[in-house]
């Protein structure tokens, strides 16, 4: 209809010939009399933007050339007068539109100091953001998205969003300041306008060059039924429009693209229901779910969260509000398959009473949620304790039984089955474990309760508790140890300074007995336990006879063992001595013997 030409005409108008938009602008500035002032406004546009000057509302005249000298595209400089104070707005115009940008100048009286400005570096200015993208569009809302540019410039601390309608006016507006985050709403926009943005970068040092501006989008109408219109009228023109659904594009084994086109607009397309449902063999038909893409000027859209492995069935719906146009033709796809993310269930080995040997395996497929496609085949092992015990069976998907035959008595036997997809093998089955005696029954499964147990022992011992106490007791008895030797040596090394202290005197003792007095009674050790036997010097090494002898006879060598110089002993003092020698104390005797 006329009405939907008139807007899809717009919508090429401006996405053609967008108004022009200023790149940068002039800055606020303070300067002394006299004082060059450089106002730039450089703008960019089809065709090329005409630059006008405006101070506090009024036309600044160019025409001066002593006070107003233009040295470059877009660039004006003259010399300041107390005057020229004022608030200055460049405006670039062309046919389709213009925008502005005003800056505040102040010029300062004679001896007044002015801080000069300092020159800004070009790389702490953040660059442009990426272009704009729309997502969400709704009667008085817009929602944006954009990336940073991050590989030249400054990270930006906040952002600016500037618009474009017609219906607000013919010149770009700042719509949104001080936006933190890379995704922002619009609110309080106009009913079916069309709408241009653009997306700044800001920092502490500056404004970055405006992003690429975003593609036209026109929020959605006011509901006909509140100006009056005709029901009938709004079910006549959705029943007009016809899409054309294209083949699916399979993503992954839970999402599909889905991409349409339009043969015929309307002005009330509000959105689009994309229908889909699983076609899975040998079931019937589910319900269809209903995905909506709110955005009339969407062309395609992504399904997530579909069955893997599942065939499906879509197609595409325009609405408005409660009321639906015509469908598309339907088209089918199939997710990627899966291998089996859980395994066969209810697993049950019985005697098979056909056989004497043999075991009737039985089990039921995964939950139709993990299966995660068509299960072509199930594997079943029966794994003995040696290889060569081993059998193995294969069936297809339809069958959930199995007769081993075959097995060895007494051979304790382990079952496991798992179900097989397209995509690989699943995940095995908990053993089931057998066990046959000689006469082909089966009998009591304690190697199943062996190995339950062995596993409890294992789980035990994997606890941190469990290791943590092991560490202290060893640690406990290896201080024990540690103490026992130590002693142990200390002891030892008080018998060698002992032995050391005999074996500085290299005389030996003569021949025959050695005799010691107790209470004047001599007595003789020859072979009494307890005393030293001389008669056996290899048997007690640690005697004077077994050690070397510096001397050249028993008559050079002298020792002295009394205690006092006439020769007596105390009567209560044990000696030993030798024919013509000095006796030498009981005491001395007594620490030799330990």
């Not at 209809?1 to 717009?10: A, D, E």
């Not at 602008?25 to 006008?52: M, R, Y």
């Not at 075991?359 to 060569?388: A, T």
């Amino acid at each position: 209809n006329v009405i939907s030409f008139l807007s899809l005409s717009l919508l090429a108008v401006v996405s053609d010939r967008p108004p022009p938009v200023i790149k940068q602008g002039p800055v606020n500035q303070t300067v002394a009399v006299d004082g060059t002032i450089v106002l730039s406004c450089l703008a960019t546009g089809t065709p090329p933007p005409t630059i006008l000057w405006r101070k506090d509302g009024g036309l600044v005249s160019t025409h001066d050339p002593l006070r107003f000298q233009p040295f470059q595209l877009f660039v004006s400089a003259f010399l300041s007068q107390l005057g020229d104070t004022g608030m200055y707005t460049c405006i670039a115009s062309t046919p389709s539109g213009e925008a502005t940008w005003r800056a505040y100048l102040e010029v300062q009286e004679f001896g007044v100091p002015v801080q000069p400005a300092r020159p800004t570096d070009p790389n702490l200015i953040p660059s442009a953001p990426s272009k704009p993208e729309v997502t969400d569009v709704s009667r008085a809302m817009v929602t944006l998205s954009w990336q940073p540019n991050l590989n030249s410039g400054a990270t930006p601390t906040s952002y600016i969003i500037e618009a474009f309608s017609h219906a607000s006016g013919s010149s770009w507006q700042t719509v949104a300041e001080h936006v933190k985050t890379e995704t922002y709403t619009l609110k309080g926009l106009k009913p079916s306008a069309v709408y241009l943005f653009l997306v700044r970068a800001v920092n502490a040092y500056g404004l970055s060059d405006p992003s690429p501006i975003a593609d036209p989008v026109k929020t959605q109408d006011i509901p006909p039924t509140s100006q009056g219109v005709d029901h009938k009228q709004i079910q006549r023109e959705l029943g007009d429009v016809i899409i054309h659904l294209h083949n699916p594009t399979i993503l992954s084994s839970s999402s599909v693209k889905i991409q349409w086109t339009v043969e015929q607009q309307s002005q009330y397309i509000q959105g689009y229901k994309i229908l889909y449902r699983s076609n899975s063999d040998g079931q019937g038909k589910s319900d269809w779910s209903v995905f909506e893409v709110k955005t009339p000027a969407e062309d395609n859209t992504v399904i997530p969260q579909l069955k893997k492995g599942v065939p499906y069935e879509f197609k595409a719906r325009p609405f408005f509000n409660e009321f639906q146009g015509a469908d598309s033709e339907v088209k089918c796809a199939k997710t990627f398959e899966e291998a089996p993310s859980a395994p066969p269930q209810s697993v049950t080995v019985t005697k098979n009473d056909d056989n004497g040997t043999a075991i009737l395996v039985s089990w039921q497929p995964p939950p139709e949620e993990f299966q995660n496609g068509v299960v072509q085949e199930y594997k079943i092992w029966c794994l003995g304790n040696e290889s060569r015990y081993h059998i193995n069976k294969t069936v297809d998907g339809s069958t959930f039984s199995v007769v081993i035959p075959s097995l060895s008595p007494g051979i304790r036997y382990s079952v496991e089955v798992a179900a097989s997809t397209d995509a690989g093998l699943g995940v095995k089955s908990e053993s089931r474990f057998i066990k046959l005696d000689s006469s082909g029954r089966i009998t009591a499964n304690t190697e199943e309760s062996v190995s339950t147990l062995s596993q409890q022992i294992s789980d035990v011992v994997k606890q941190p508790a469990f290791i943590a106490g092991i560490g202290a007791a060893c640690w406990i008895i290896l201080m024990v140890f540690s103490i026992w030797l130590y002693r142990h040596r200390k002891k030892r090394s008080g018998l060698s300074s002992s032995y050391a202290g005999i074996r500085k005197d290299t005389c030996f003792f003569p021949n025959g007995l050695v005799t010691y007095q107790r209470g004047g009674e001599a007595v003789s050790s020859g072979g009494r336990p307890g005393l030293l036997n001389i008669g056996e010097p290899a048997a007690q090494p640690w005697l004077a006879d077994t050690w070397p002898n510096t001397c050249s006879n028993h008559n050079d060598c002298s020792m002295n063992c009394c205690t006092s110089g006439n020769g007596n002993s105390d009567s209560n003092l044990a000696t030993y001595s030798r024919p013509g020698k000095e006796k030498k104390s009981a005491q001395q005797l007594k620490q030799f013997l330990g």
